[in-house]
Nanobody, 118 residues
Framework: QVQLVESGGGLVQAGGSLRLSCAASGSIFSINAMGWYRQAPGKQRELVASISGGITSYVDSVKGRFTISRDNTKNTLYLQMNSLKPEDTAAYYC?????????????WGQGTQVTVSS
């Protein structure tokens, strides 16, 4: 089992910045990919950014503004969000993908709310 705990959400004005953190614990070996998802009210959850083997990927709407990174010494995933826009308002969730004994597992954090005011 892997436990994920997000932090760093809050209320910020448009143009501001926030950094989200996701602390991983438990059986964290063999986590091969991690990512940040978000879900706004009435919308489907979408993948915002992911990192796997050092390779990062972003949804078009956040490219150039968000940066995902992973500190393996601290077992922590980060999402640096700059130039925030009201449309970035959502609950943000950390996700980890793990393969153990031939089976794939996906783990989720509890989410952290990001609200961007105009």
């Amino acid at each position: 089992q892997v436990q994920l705990v997000e932090s760093g959400g809050g209320l910020v004005q448009a143009g501001g910045s926030l950094r989200l953190s996701c602390a991983a614990s438990g059986s964290i070996f063999s986590i091969n990919a991690m990512g940040w998802y978000r879900q706004a009210p009435g919308k489907q959850r979408e993948l915002v950014a992911s990192i796997s083997g050092g390779i990062t990927s972003y949804v078009d709407s956040v490219k150039g503004r968000f940066t995902i990174s992973r500190d393996n010494t601290k077992n922590t995933l980060y999402l640096q969000m700059n130039s925030l826009k009201p449309e970035d308002t959502a609950a943000y969730y950390c996700n980890a993908h793990q393969v153990r004994q031939g089976y794939a597992y996906a783990y989720w954090g509890q989410g952290t709310q990001v609200t961007v005011s105009s």
